[in-house]
């Protein structure tokens, strides 16, 4: 079993207020299994940051749809509590923004930088 399976994840955009909607992500399915390293890499704009906010439960609630599977664990992201995925995010799981100059230290070693570093394969 996956520590992490997405499956036709979609978001949406807008729709709301009789603006058109705009289909971010459209059908994103992958999986991670504990102690693998995966990179989400594309053009910009293709829809890799939604893709990670969705899965992280920090898109805003309002006037964003997220549809599709995405599992942790076992657990359900897309119908955990705002309260249940910050309990998770940062003990469990993490994001690596796109400006990894803000986000990283080349001296640091990955694996140093969560406090529980090995629940984050799973371990």
């Known amino acids: 079993?996956?520590?992490?399976?997405v499956d036709e994840l979609t978001v949406t955009f807008g729709g709301q207020h009789g603006r058109k909607e705009s289909r971010a992500?459209?059908?994103?399915?992958?999986?991670?299994?504990?102690?693998?390293?995966?990179?989400?890499?594309?053009?910009?704009?293709?829809?890799?940051?939604?893709?990670?906010?969705?899965?992280m439960g920090l898109l805003p609630r309002k006037g964003v749809t997220v549809g599709g599977?995405?599992?942790?664990?076992g657990t359900d992201l897309?119908?955990?509590?705002?309260?249940?995925?910050?309990?998770?995010?940062g003990s469990r799981m993490a994001m690596i923004?796109?400006?990894?100059?803000s986000s990283l230290n080349p001296v640091i070693p990955s694996a140093c930088r969560s406090?529980?570093?090995?629940?984050a394969t799973g371990a």
Request: aromatic residues 4%; proline residues 6%.
């Open 1 to 5: 079993m996956p520590l992490l399976s």
């Open 25 to 55: 992500v459209d059908g994103v399915s992958f999986s991670v299994d504990q102690g693998q390293v995966v990179g989400l890499v594309g053009e910009s704009g293709c829809g890799k940051s939604v893709t990670s906010l969705a899965l």
């Open 69 to 73: 599977r995405a599992e942790f664990d």
């Open 78 to 89: 897309l119908t955990l509590s705002p309260r249940a995925l910050r309990d998770l995010r």
């Open 97 to 101: 923004f796109q400006d990894p100059l």
């Open 115 to 119: 406090p529980r570093s090995s629940s």
